[in-house]
């Protein structure tokens, strides 16, 4: 990629680059049969990391679920 570019992936998975142009920034889609650089994440790192998030933040809801319901026994007696 060159200097004044920046690569997003949209949540609908379409493939669009920012490109700097006349001192203005203006989206351009790269096609449909566009493919990522070797560089790029990994798709099987990426989803290791999200799931090693998601099963975190099931564990910290989990917790403050827990220490709810201590503080309601406390706060009861």
Do not use: N
């Not at 203005?24 to 990426?46: I, T």
């Not at 990391?49 to 099963?55: E, H, K, L, P």
């Amino acid at each position: 990629m060159r200097q004044g570019q920046v690569l997003v992936l949209s949540r609908r998975s379409l493939p669009l680059t920012k490109q700097k142009v006349d001192g203005e920034w203006r989206w351009k889609y790269l096609g449909k049969a566009w493919q990522p650089p070797e560089e790029f994440s990994k798709p099987e790192g990426y989803r290791k990391r999200v799931a090693r998030y998601r099963g975190l933040l099931e564990r910290l809801v989990e917790g403050r679920e827990k220490l709810a319901e201590m503080e309601r026994l406390l706060v009861d007696d």
